[in-house]
């Protein structure tokens, strides 16, 4: 048995859905984690603050890796779904 990844599961997830709404989901997925991306990191002076700006931080990291990423498993899925449609359709 094989095990499934997280982009794998991202993949499966567009291919399932129509085409277009697969590149609906790159385009929303891209700006939404650039925006997180962006966004700036407050400087800590206190313990409770360097607690959260570690925790900030990390969901910056995640969200510049991911706004490349997640839309990558979307086009891939994309793809999947539309030459998944030709094939049923006989084309």
């Given at each position: ?5 997280l ?9 399932k ?6 590149i ?6 891209y700006?939404a ?28 990291t995640?969200a ?14 994309s ?13």
């Amino acid at each position: 048995m094989r095990r499934h990844g997280l982009f794998d599961d991202f993949v499966g997830i567009a291919a399932k859905l129509p085409w277009w709404a697969g590149i609906a989901l790159v385009i929303v997925s891209y700006f939404a984690l650039n925006h997180f991306a962006n966004t700036e990191i407050p400087h800590s002076t206190g313990l409770k603050e360097v607690g959260d700006a570690a925790v900030a931080q990390i969901w910056k990291t995640l969200a510049t890796i991911g706004q490349y990423v997640l839309p990558a498993a979307f086009v891939i899925g994309s793809l999947v779904s539309v030459t998944g449609t030709k094939r049923k359709n006989g084309k």
